[in-house]
């Protein structure tokens, strides 16, 4: 059973920083694409980063690049967000999921709906106050 475990959401002033990571366990044959998405209520889930864990290769919504950095320890089966910069727009529920490597390697790894048949977390929340 693949299971993925967020931890390291909290709350921050507008420009600081907080780092989350996500715990994958259990064996997901394929399964090799991670990525991170964040949801606020009353809003669509939306992207924010990707990586393919077999070469690293991140991607990065426009909401994110310059501010947040994805990424992976391997030996630890855990995939980290470093966000940087952070403003009250970032408030969200934040989602760690896993997806066939084919969605990282395609162009369009940001469509939620690539994500359909992926494992999720149970996601941690991000509050940025002003």
């Known amino acids: 059973q693949v299971q993925l475990v967020e931890s390291g959401g909290g709350s921050a002033q507008a420009g600081g920083s907080l780092r989350l990571s996500c715990r994958i366990s259990g064996v997901r044959a394929g399964a090799n694409c991670m990525g991170w998405f964040r949801q606020d209520p009353g809003k669509e889930r939306e992207a924010v980063a990707s990586?393919?864990?077999?070469?690293?290769?991140?991607k990065y919504a426009d909401s994110a690049k310059g501010r947040f950095t994805v990424s992976q320890d391997n030996d630890k089966d855990t995939v980290y967000l470093q966000m940087t910069t952070l403003t009250p727009e970032d408030t969200a529920m934040y989602y760690c999921?896993?997806?066939?490597?084919?969605?990282?390697?395609?162009?369009?790894?940001?469509?939620?709906?690539?994500?359909?048949?992926?494992?999720w977390g149970q996601g941690t929340q991000v509050t940025v106050s002003s």
């Open positions: 990586i393919y864990t077999y070469r690293g290769s991140p």
């Open positions: 999921a896993a997806v066939h490597q084919l969605v990282c390697l395609g162009g369009n790894w940001h469509e939620t709906t690539r994500w359909l048949g992926a494992y």
